[in-house]
T-cell receptor, first 110, second 124 residues
Framework: QSVLTQSPSVSGTPGQRVTISCSGS????????VYWYQQFPGTAPQLLIY???QRPSGVPERFSGSRSGTSASLAISGLRSEDEAHYYC???????????FGGGTKLTVL | QVLLVESGGGVVQPEKSLRLSCAAS????????MHWVRQAPGKGLEWVAG????????HYTGSVKGRFTISRDNAKNMLYLEMNSLRPEDTAMYYC??????WGYGVNSYIDYWGQGTLVTVSS
């Protein structure tokens, strides 16, 4: 059972906009920044969004993040087949004194 | 460029021990916090342990406290994870990961680079 809650799966067609949600609590998301990682099968995760909404160099503008209260979301617009991957949210947790992750959301591009 | 190479994984019997290593290069190792994050087969990511740049701050997830020890050798640019009393539920790919912010750790930083992982299987 992950500390942060994500829907197990989401799907969309090419060109569509999809949103992946991440729910936490006052000890993590409400207080600290949220980070998003993208993971393709058989590979290591890669940083996708940092500090709620910032994109590292090289990440397309199609990816955007936001945070409100105890929840955060990742939006992907102009969906492409190469976006098919697992997406994980993460935040520092005060009560656990460590990083917590969501269970991950598998994005399928139909 | 940042390179993190894990080693030391393998098949081990329950209650036995294993030591994972992570060789770091491409950045000033002694300036960054480091972490171990694991992923059980077909499951999500789970943060295991973290250490500040100088080893003065160390944290563990609850399920490994008292069994796992994270350490670092800044002179050798190496990160370690000593795992004792291993359980079948410790079976996972173990990733070495680097903090983003120099001299930062915990809330003052975040994970920006990951190694490719080393697989640990605990089975009799």
């Amino acid at each position: 059972q992950s500390v942060l809650t994500q829907s197990p799966s989401v799907s969309g067609t090419p060109g569509q906009r999809v949103t992946i949600s991440c729910s936490g609590s006052s000890s993590n998301i409400e207080t600290y920044h949220v980070y998003w990682y993208q993971q393709f099968p058989g590979t290591a995760p890669q940083l996708l969004i940092y500090k709620n909404s910032q994109r590292p160099s090289g990440v397309p503008e199609r990816f955007s993040g936001s945070r409100s209260g105890t929840s955060a979301s990742l939006a992907i617009s102009g969906l492409r087949s190469e976006d098919e991957a697992h997406y994980y949210c993460a935040a520092w947790d005060d009560s656990l004194s460590g990083w917590v992750f969501g269970g991950g959301t598998k994005l399928t591009v139909l | 460029q940042v390179l993190l190479v894990e080693s030391g994984g393998g098949v081990v019997q329950p209650e036995k021990s294993l030591r994972l290593s992570c060789a770091a290069s491409g950045f000033t190792f002694n300036g960054y916090g480091m972490h171990w994050v694991r992923q059980a087969p077909g499951k999500g990511l789970e943060w295991v342990a973290g250490t500040s740049f100088d080893g003065s701050k160390i944290h563990y997830t609850g399920s490994v406290k008292g069994r796992f020890t994270i350490s670092r050798d800044n002179a050798k640019n190496m990160l370690y994870l000593e795992m004792n009393s291993l359980r079948p539920e410790d079976t996972a790919m173990y990733y070495c990961a680097k903090d983003k912010v120099i001299w930062g750790y915990g809330v003052n930083s975040y994970i920006d680079y990951w190694g490719q992982g080393t697989l640990v299987t605990v089975s009799s």
